[in-house]
């Protein structure tokens, strides 16, 4: 029997390319970032976690969200756009997907990954990753993509991996799970998961948990 993989999105399979996931190409040419720090946009757009976290099922409804998400962000700021602004930056983020940069290795490890384990996505993430999966070509390699605004929760929940452990009936020690992030491997890892933390860009100085560079440790 296949152990299983379970990856996540951001910065294992895909990284945002302006360095921030809500800071867009087309956002750096719609907004005037000469009237605004970045540090302040990014501060406030922590602030709006809970509009983040509202259930969407379909890409009309994540739309919605970043819609509001945006706006919330530029009246905070005290920053004036128009409503077709507003429209722009979620449609945009919603159904484009030249936001994101796919690191080239990618489809090589999961090539051969494929033949080795089930691999499963575990994404803090909105509808819009499936299309843009769909499209990279890269759903193919997955038995299941599982995005936590279609279930209404989020990883640090500790519930969103209960729902991909149930259905798969994972015991302890029968899967690896792979995230950037050191808090969330810690919920996985109290949940039976072998873990390790990816770091692609070589920025993390030191973790509690086996950094990995790249997927052909698992090969």
Not at 104 to 110: P, T
Not at 150 to 162: A, E
Not at 186 to 211: F, T
């Amino acid at each position: 029997m296949k152990k299983y993989l379970i990856l996540d999105f951001g910065r294992v399979l895909a990284y945002p390319k302006t360095g921030d996931w809500f800071i867009t190409p087309l956002f750096l040419e719609l907004i005037d970032m000469d009237k605004l720090k970045r540090e302040d946009i990014l501060k406030t757009m922590s602030n709006f976690s809970d509009i983040l976290s509202r259930k969407a099922i379909t890409l009309e409804e994540e739309y919605f969200i970043f819609y509001d998400f945006y706006k919330s962000t530029f009246n905070t700021l005290n920053y004036s756009v128009s409503d077709e602004v507003l429209e722009r930056l979620a449609n945009d983020f919603t159904y484009t997907d030249h936001k994101y940069g796919f690191y080239k290795e990618i489809y090589e490890e999961l090539d051969v990954l494929k033949d080795k384990y089930t691999l499963l996505l575990l994404s803090d993430n909105w509808p819009c990753c499936k299309p843009i999966m769909d499209d990279r070509d890269l759903s193919k390699y997955f038995d299941k993509i599982y995005i936590s605004s279609c279930y209404g929760t989020v990883k640090k929940n500790g519930d969103f991996f209960d729902i991909l452990i149930d259905e798969y009936n994972i015991k302890p020690d029968d899967a690896y799970f792979v995230d950037d992030n050191e808090s969330l491997l810690d919920i996985a890892l109290s949940k039976g998961l072998d873990v390790r933390q990816m770091d692609r860009e070589g920025v993390v100085k030191s973790s509690k948990y086996e950094i990995i560079h790249d997927l052909k440790c698992f090969y």
